[in-house]
């Protein structure tokens, strides 16, 4: 029988794994985007980008070599393996897509955006993710530009108050339903 203490130590082990793969992905990102930069992967080039310090990220590419997902010797660069690049361009995905919606849906101030999306891209599901993308991409790449209901949610965010059509047009479609 499952009790509450049961329940409780499960769920603290839950979310122990669960922030230790959201650091492992954002190694694993990190990694990649280094890679693209320059070939060669340090752990102090990794240390710094992550802001933590450098026994943390050995500790760290240690775990993920022996997953399988990079190579690394001790003092030498650190590669990703076909298995941790596709993770890491997964990870960038979700990454990418959460800070388009909030830096253009959502006009959030983009550090914040990079910041949000970052804690965001490890819990996100693969469904919510995939309607989000295609709402973005819908919104972004429309050929007549940006929706008025953007801009109205722009002006009604900016000034905390409707835009005048919009309360004209809902005054418009109440009386007609009436």
């Not at 492992?24 to 990649?32: F, T």
């Not at 050995?58 to 690049?85: C, D, F, I, N």
């Amino acid at each position: 029988m499952l009790g509450w203490s049961n329940i409780i130590p499960m769920a603290v082990e839950w979310a122990m794994e669960k922030e230790q793969s959201a650091s492992m992905e954002d190694y694993l990102e990190a990694i990649a985007l280094l890679s693209e930069r320059n070939n060669e992967v340090r752990v102090t080039e990794i240390s710094r980008t992550l802001g933590v310090k450098k026994p943390s990220v050995t500790s760290a590419l240690t775990k993920l070599a022996q997953g399988g997902l990079l190579k690394h010797e001790r003092y030498g660069q650190a590669k990703l393996t076909t298995k941790g690049q596709r993770i890491a361009q997964d990870v960038f995905h979700r990454h990418e897509t959460l800070r388009h919606f909030l830096t253009e849906i959502l006009k959030v101030d983009p550090k914040v955006a990079t910041n949000d999306a970052c804690k965001m891209e490890h819990t996100v599901s693969p469904a919510t993710l995939e309607k989000l993308a295609k709402f973005v991409e819908f919104v972004l790449n429309r050929p007549q530009g940006e929706p008025d209901w953007l801009k109205n949610f722009s002006y009604y965010f900016e000034n905390d108050e409707f835009p005048s059509e919009c309360v004209t047009r809902c005054q418009r479609e109440t009386s007609q339903k009436e």
